[in-house]
Each structure stands twice: as structure tokens, then as C-alpha cells.
């Protein structure tokens, strides 16, 4: 029978210790995915370190969903309760940057922030999404509480309020068409995106307000938001504000590994960038895959997860070929000179 619990001599392996400065795998990036990579490499008896910045990107909201069994959890508790996951199977998160990469010879130099070096025969990028918020304000400070952008994580617990939709790009309409399942009491804010008649015509037969103005400020009473104020000096009433913002991949420090950031399209608009990879998470650049946002921007927490234990033994198994291919050259090798000497 197969022990729910990790076995204790797993914290007594001989694999090098967490601060070794060389590793098999160096992932970069400690939300979701990166830790659920290293988690998976690590049950794979792979030494691993975790690079991370210590700024998820959904650190502001309050609550993290559609996690099964974690479903409501605060996003940096996830990430705790990750981080202790990681490190009983004797590999380490570390708080840091990553300020360069390169490849050398047939794995990888990281050259950390606080100083020093570590080598990788893999890399793995994690790192996410920056999201380019519009120049409104009040809206930064606001966001992932009450500006939002994603009805499947936060659209329950708004549900039935009056909600605001900002168009900020091609796809605003789209969202605003979307968010129309959470609430009756939802409002278009043209800004940026005015509607074409087709698209205003739908939004009103669903009985959504169509506001054609630019909102100038959110506001609210320090604690939520309660209200749009618009360029015509109208305020439009709100319990939350939704703005669907262009996102970039972030691959600061990561420059010299040639890694390419490239256009992101969902239905054919354009939604900013991010990493792309095949189906089995490898980027262009050989021994490097990515995970989570930053190759699928789409992928809420569990979604990123998941793609971390895929990619990890997809990662495990180059590795594994990898060292049998030496083991073989080696082998002939030794073969080669055993011959040459009974000669």
C-alpha cells in the first residue's frame, strides 16, 4: 500500500544540499507553476532551486479560487504552503532576482541579485506577467481588490452588484459580454473602446448601460470602490470596476538566453505578449521550458500548477536521456580501450 505521507528518509538523501551552487534544475519564478515544477522534480529526486521575487502577481487580491481543496485561500498563503511542499524534499526557495543567464557549455549560468552564481543543466522560466494598467486614477492602487479583470476569479463575489466595464482595448467588449453572466447591473464605459453597432446592440439587448465617456478616476471610501468619474462630469456607481489591460511577459535579467517575447492573440486581438512555447512547455531555446502566465496568460493558479508537473517531467525525462546518452558514450568509450589494449 502507497503512504500518504512523504517518507521520512526522503530528508536524508544524498542529493547536494540547498545551497550547493549547482543544480540540476534552476526554476525562476516561485508562483503556481514554478513550485509545482519543483515539487514534481523534486519527487523525481532531482536537485532544485527556486528563484523568486517575492511579487506575485495576484498578491493584492484577497482570495485565490477555482483551486480545488484551496478554493478561497489568500494567494501568498498558497504560495507558503507551496514553498514548505518544496523544501521537504530537501530543495530550497530562495528570495531573490535573477539579474542575467546564459548558456555555458551544456547547461546554464544564473547570476542572482544579492551576488553569486549558480549553475543549471536546465532552466525553467515561471515568472509571469506584467499587467500595463491604463493611466486612470486611483486604479493601481485599487487593483486586484476592487478593479478586476477575470470573472472566473472573481466574478462570484461581485455577483448581482453594479460592476463597470473600462474598454480600454479590442477585446473590452468582449469582456463586458462576459462579466454579463456574474450581474444584471453591469455598465460599459467606452474610454479607449468605443463599440461598433453590432457590439452596442448586443450589450444593450442584455441590458448592459453603455456610458460614452473616458473615465478620468475610481473612486472609493479607503476601504472599496464606489464610484467611475467620468471626462462629462458624470459618476457612474460601482461596486467594482473591470478592466481587461494588455499584459507583457517578464523576463527581466533573462536577455542573454536569447528567450524571444512574442504576441499574444486571443480571437484573433491582440492582448499584449508572452513566451511561447509547444505543447510540451519547451521554448525555442534548448533546455529551457516555461510555465504558468507567462507562456499561457489565460491560466488561472490551478491551471498553472497543473502545467508545472506536466513541464517537470517533460524536463525529468531530457534529463534522464540525456545522462543515458553519456552513460552510453562512456560505455563505448571504455570498450574502445579496453579493445586498444588487448591488442
Not at 482570495?63 to 498558497?78: M, S
Not at 490551478?302 to 558514450?329: F, K, Q
Request: one cysteine or more; charged letters at 20%.
Amino acid at each position: 500500500m502507497t503512504s500518504h505521507h512523504p517518507d521520512p528518509t526522503l530528508h536524508q538523501d544524498p542529493r547536494p544540499a540547498a545551497s550547493t551552487s549547482s543544480y540540476d534544475v534552476v526554476v525562476i519564478g516561485g508562483g503556481a507553476g514554478g513550485l509545482s515544477t519543483a515539487l514534481t522534480l523534486g519527487r523525481a529526486l532531482r536537485s532544485v532551486l527556486v528563484v523568486d521575487s517575492g511579487q506575485p502577481r495576484n498578491a493584492p487580491a484577497a482570495e485565490a479560487h477555482n483551486y480545488l481543496t484551496r478554493d478561497g485561500v489568500a494567494p501568498l498563503e498558497l504560495l507558503r504552503l507551496g514553498r514548505a511542499d518544496v523544501e521537504k524534499y530537501g530543495n530550497a526557495v530562495v528570495s531573490d532576482e535573477v539579474s542575467s543567464a546564459r548558456a555555458e557549455g551544456d547547461g546554464f549560468v544564473v547570476t542572482l541579485a544579492a551576488g553569486g552564481d549558480v549553475s543549471a543543466r536546465r532552466l525553467v522560466v515561471a515568472t509571469g506577467l506584467r499587467d500595463e494598467l491604463p493611466e486612470i486614477d486611483g486604479l493601481a492602487e485599487h487593483w486586484g481588490t476592487g478593479v478586476l479583470h477575470c470573472p472566473y476569479c472573481h466574478g462570484y463575489e461581485v455577483r448581482g452588484r453594479r460592476v463597470a466595464v473600462i474598454g480600454v482595448g479590442p477585446a473590452s467588449a468582449l469582456q463586458a459580454l462576459m462579466w454579463s453572466q456574474w450581474t444584471d447591473h453591469l455598465t460599459y464605459v467606452e474610454h479607449d473602446a468605443p463599440l461598433d453597432n453590432a457590439q452596442r446592440e448586443q450589450l444593450e439587448a442584455l441590458g448592459v448601460t453603455v456610458v460614452t465617456a473616458r473615465a478620468v478616476a475610481v473612486a472609493g471610501d479607503g476601504t472599496r470602490l464606489n464610484g467611475i468619474h467620468a471626462d462629462d462630469g458624470s459618476t457612474v456607481a460601482v461596486s467594482a470596476v473591470v478592466v481587461g489591460a494588455p499584459v507583457s511577459a517578464r523576463l527581466d535579467g533573462l536577455e542573454g538566453l536569447g528567450l524571444v517575447a512574442r504576441s499574444w492573440d486571443m480571437m484573433g486581438v491582440s492582448m499584449g505578449t508572452h513566451l511561447p512555447t509547444d505543447a510540451m512547455g519547451a521554448t525555442e531555446v534548448a533546455g529551457v521550458w516555461a510555465v504558468g502566465n507567462v507562456t499561457d496568460p489565460v491560466a488561472q493558479v490551478i491551471t498553472a500548477a497543473a502545467s508545472g508537473a506536466r513541464v517537470a517531467a517533460m524536463v525529468n525525462m531530457s534529463l534522464i536521456t540525456a545522462d543515458a546518452d553519456a552513460a552510453v558514450a562512456a560505455l563505448r568509450e571504455l570498450r574502445a580501450t579496453r579493445s586498444d589494449a588487448a591488442v
